[in-house]
């Protein structure tokens, strides 16, 4: 494919000390380890320190660099674990990315609005996306990181699972976990909206 093969010359151009390619590369992919940094830590200054640690670390173990994954899946595995480091540098006690949160069957959440039917509009508004990316940032981190790569960076099952150092099955149990946490946290605000909607309807 042209897309591997470009990137097989820009990755062998960084390699040869190309700085031009490395510049390439920053303005490439600085959008989504910007993306993934600050969702993971919710700090924008933080969040441009590990962006900035995560390419320094990346141009200088270029030669670490293995063709199992795509650059994009690399330089992520990068960012989160820079991330999560920091996180863990502010609390004493985090989880582990690696660590399991009890059984993949999880109770129903005790709030169950499906804010899948209220109109397209309702959900792209700045206070459904802040209430949105709040959500996010109170979850759990190693589900939050899950979710992040799969539903906010579009990363496949195998390539989350690659770039977290997870099995595939383990990826699908936190994505399934942070669906159904996200839908908890979220369904009080959309059950109002929705309300506000149906009274705005009748008036």
């Not at 999560?84 to 690696?98: E, N, Y």
Request: charged residues 30%; glycine residues 4%.
């Amino acid at each position: 494919m042209a897309e591997d093969r470009a990137e097989r010359d820009l990755y062998e151009r960084i390699r040869a000390g190309d700085k031009t390619a490395c510049s390439e590369c920053i303005e490439l992919h600085a959008p989504g380890v910007y993306r993934v940094a600050l969702r993971i830590l919710g700090d924008p200054v933080e969040a441009e320190d590990v962006m900035q640690e995560t390419f320094s670390s990346a141009f200088s173990g270029i030669d670490s660099f293995e063709w199992r994954s795509g650059m994009t899946t690399w330089l992520y595995r990068i960012a989160s674990n820079a991330a999560l480091m920091r996180l863990r540098g502010r609390k004493p006690v985090a989880f582990s990315i690696d660590e399991d949160n009890g059984p993949a069957e999880l109770e129903p959440p005790a709030q169950l609005f499906d804010w899948c039917c209220l109109p397209e509009q309702d959900l792209e508004t700045s206070e459904a996306h802040d209430q949105i990316e709040a959500a996010i940032a109170r979850l759990p981190e190693n589900l939050r990181v899950v979710f992040v790569m799969r539903e906010m960076e579009g990363l496949s099952t195998d390539e989350t699972a690659e770039t977290l150092g997870l099995s595939a099955e383990n990826v699908k149990v936190r994505l399934h976990r942070a669906r159904l946490a996200l839908r908890e946290s979220l369904s009080g605000y959309f059950t109002e909206l929705a309300a506000k909607r149906r009274v705005d309807h009748e008036s």
